[in-house]
Structures are given as structure tokens and as C-alpha cells.
């Protein structure tokens, strides 16, 4: 589905992680329908980047913020700045988080896994909820993935984190109902990103296998035969955000070419 021009016009949304991949893509997407932009993320220069294309492809305004989602304080700042510069948020994707395997001993990732992943969804959409707009639908999304859906060895971190996202999305959509709030969860499969093309290659290496059979055994799962796009996703949230999506609250929305079907 194409952009809507217009759609998100005098509405302003703050996207984490927005400096490559899926951040990007929902970034381009809601600029193309007219929206104000605020773009978080660690590192600066790419945000910078994906401003630039934002401004190109129609946003109405953007601002460039740089915070670790995992420091709480970094976020309440950023979203803060955010708010004073653009105004209040018509919502908010909370899309920041890192993926990899984990295991126990000295160097087990499981703590920053959900730190970043399940803590820092948490501490943006309570930074961003302060400073909703007030009147009409409002709009708090959180990227989880298909691994919130069911486990993979290995993978205990990520796939807690992301199963938390899910139940965080549950409540807080009942918490905030009344206030005419929704908040859902999108739970992609794979997407053509760096992130999942590392996940390829990191199968390639452990199977003694190329990339292209590690990524054909990949897909053999996949009912579609095919990895999303991060435009994909970007539809997605665009569609979420809209009027047309009034009424959907507490869900996990999934996309991944039939690999999961709840």
C-alpha cells in the first residue's frame, strides 16, 4: 500500500532506532503522509541521515535527538527536547532494540538484551505518554518479532524481551483505553535488515554453509518464501496509526510470511 499524502499532516510522532532498517522505513512512510518527525536514537549520524530523507520525502518538520534507551534519564531528556521542539506527539514507535544469541557464563548478553529491548520500550512509551496530544486517538507501538511468539535456543534474552513487549502492550492498552489511547505491538518475521542478515550469516558460519544456503534454509520455513521488507513494516504502522485502524488495542500484529500463525 502506497502513502497516504496528508494522512498524518499537523501530527507529530516520535520513531526510535530510526537511523537504519524498519526505523527508517516507518520514518520515510509517515513523512511521505505529511507528519512531524522526531528520530531517536544512539547515534547521531545516521539519524542525521534519515532526516534528510524524511525532509525530502515530505515531513512537515524533524528533529534529530541522540539517547541510549536503556538509560531512562537519556530518554525522559530526549523525549522532553522532542516535545519542545515539535510539540506535543500524536504517538510514538518505540522500535530501538538489539537481537544475537546469548549464553551463560562472564560474557551472557541476557541483561542488555532486555534492557534495551523490554526496559527501553517501556521507559520511551512513558517518556512519550507525558506528552500526548490531547484529544482524538493517540497511538503507542512497540516492534517486538516472531520470536515473542514462540523460543529458539540460544535466544532466551531476545526471545524474553520480546515476548515482554507483547504483555507489556496488553497492559498498557487496558491501562490507557479510557484516554482513547491504543497501543499495540508488531511481531515481524524476517526482515531484510543488517540485523537479520547477520542472524544468515551467523547460521552460515556455525553450519559450515553459505550464505545463500543458510538463507534458502531460512526461508524454508517461511509458508511465502520470502523475507519482509522494512517498508513492509512501515505499512503496517502507518495503517495502525490511521483512523482505519480505530478499535485495535492490545494486539500483536503479526508479519512474517506465514511462519507463525497464532
Request: glycine share 14%; aromatic share 4%; charged share 15%.
Amino acid at each position: 500500500m502506497s502513502a497516504v499524502p496528508g494522512r498524518q499532516a499537523n501530527q507529530h510522532f516520535l520513531v526510535t532506532g530510526a537511523g537504519t532498517g524498519i526505523g527508517r522505513a516507518i520514518s520515510l512512510r509517515l513523512a511521505a503522509e505529511g507528519a512531524s518527525l522526531s528520530l531517536m536514537a544512539r547515534g547521531k549520524e545516521r539519524l542525521e541521515q534519515t532526516a534528510e530523507m524524511c525532509r525530502g520525502a515530505g515531513a512537515a518538520g524533524v528533529f534529530v535527538v541522540s539517547a541510549d534507551v536503556r538509560q531512562r534519564e537519556q530518554v525522559d531528556a530526549a523525549v522532553d527536547a522532542a516535545a519542545l521542539a515539535l510539540g506535543p506527539f500524536r504517538g510514538a514507535i518505540a522500535n530501538s532494540g538489539i537481537g544475537g544469541a546469548n549464553e551463560p557464563g562472564p560474557e551472557d548478553r541476557f541483561d542488555d538484551l532486555v534492557q534495551t529491548n523490554l526496559v527501553g520500550t517501556y521507559s520511551t512509551l512513558r517518556a512519550v505518554q507525558r506528552h500526548l496530544a490531547t484529544g482524538g486517538a493517540r497511538h503507542l507501538v512497540a516492534i517486538a518479532s516472531i520470536l515473542g511468539r514462540f523460543g529458539v535456543p540460544g535466544y532466551t534474552g531476545y526471545c524474553a524481551s520480546k515476548t515482554g513487549i507483547i504483555g507489556l502492550v496488553r497492559a498498557l492498552a487496558h491501562e490507557l483505553a479510557a484516554d482513547e489511547i491504543q497501543v499495540n505491538a508488531i511481531c515481524p518475521g524476517w526482515v531484510s535488515t543488517d540485523m537479520a542478515w547477520q542472524g544468515i550469516d551467523g547460521m552460515a558460519s556455525g553450519m559450515g554453509i553459505s550464505r545463500d544456503e543458510a538463507h534458502a534454509m531460512a526461508m524454508s520455513a517461511v509458508p511465502m518464501g520470502r523475507m519482509s521488507e522494512p517498508a513492509d513494516i512501515a505499512g503496517m504502522v502507518a495503517w495502525l496509526v490511521s483512523g482505519d485502524a480505530r478499535g485495535v488495542t492490545g494486539q500483536g500484529l503479526d508479519m512474517n510470511g506465514g511462519a507463525w500463525m497464532g
